[in-house]
């Protein structure tokens, strides 16, 4: 099917600036055909990078989609098994179009491999601009990693400075609980870049713990920070709790385990201040949604 000259530029603006320079025959429009597609259809790839979507923005956009429609194409390719697709790029459309109740989408089918479709998902999705900084890290450390990238590379790809690559990848040197912190947007990325300074996973955890617990301001963290490095070694409390820590993510870990093999869904534990905590089990199409109710026996 040709494409209309509209759907090229909505198509190009989508993707944004720099995946060309990257794949230039993969984001080549004309190479791809426009049809619309059933929801039902299209299977998020397990390899998406994303992994929290705000509700919020997620029924703002519903609303949007429930007056004007999915504008922009979603990017997908064929799945092994006729009629069905993989979703490249444009999950958080999906989700949306589903909630505002649409059973098919616009959408752009494209042939590409396994390591071409994981790259544009990865451009994508890092051109966006409410990634939270830790998401936005791990973006830029797998096209490093998985496609031997240099920090140069990916900033000339996604328009953004060396320094700012390599600033953000310093947040992954972070203790395990202070890059949960911010993955769950409880703590900024001002926040984290002062941690850094702390070479003691226990004194960093110390540290979360009192800016959860007492809402520190970064400047106020930043004099913590000093106070800390001044004492050379993470205080006892904060070592007990780190061993602590360490158990109950270890059980937790287990446990998400069993119930990925009861519900064959993703599980996620997360566990708040004074021992609460929720278990989230996600879905990715209705019927699997009335799977698990089923299975829950709300049904």
């Not at 009335?290 to 709300?298: A, D, F, K, S, V």
Request: a positive charge; one cysteine or more; hydrophobic letters at 40%.
């Amino acid at each position: 099917m040709e494409i209309p000259a509209q759907k090229k530029s909505v198509l190009k603006r989508g993707l944004g600036r720099g995946i060309g320079a990257l794949l230039p025959d993969v984001v080549n429009s004309e190479k791809g055909q426009l049809q619309h597609c059933q929801i039902k259809h299209i299977k998020a790839d397990p390899e998406q990078p994303r992994r929290r979507f705000d509700d919020e923005n997620l029924k703002e956009l519903a609303q949007s989609i429930k007056e004007h429609g999915v504008i922009q194409p979603l990017l997908v390719k064929p799945a092994a098994v006729a009629g069905q697709f993989i979703l490249i790029a444009g999950e958080r459309r999906l989700r949306a179009a589903t909630q505002a109740g649409l059973t098919e989408v616009p959408v752009i089918v494209m042939e590409l491999d396994d390591a071409k479709g994981l790259q544009l998902s990865l451009i994508e999705n890092l051109q966006r601009e409410d990634l939270n900084p830790l998401e936005e890290a791990l973006g830029y450390n797998r096209l490093i990693n998985e496609f031997s990238l240099t920090h140069q590379n990916v900033a000339k790809i996604l328009g953004k400075s060396r320094a700012t690559i390599t600033n953000m990848l310093r947040l992954l040197k972070l203790a395990p609980q202070v890059q949960q912190a911010m993955m769950d947007g409880k703590l900024s990325m001002g926040h984290g870049r002062a941690l850094l300074a702390l070479e003691e996973e226990a004194q960093q955890e110390f540290a979360l713990e009192a800016v959860l617990t007492n809402k520190l301001s970064v400047r106020e963290l930043e004099k913590m920070v000093n106070r800390l490095k001044k004492e050379g070694k993470a205080p006892e409390a904060a070592a007990a709790k780190k061993e602590q820590n360490t158990t109950l993510l270890n059980e937790d870990k287990q446990l998400g385990t069993k119930l990925e093999q009861l519900f064959s869904a993703k599980s996620r534990i997360r566990r708040l201040s004074g021992g609460r905590g929720r278990i989230e089990l996600e879905f990715k199409s209705a019927e699997e949604l009335q799977r698990i109710l089923e299975q829950l026996g709300c049904r």
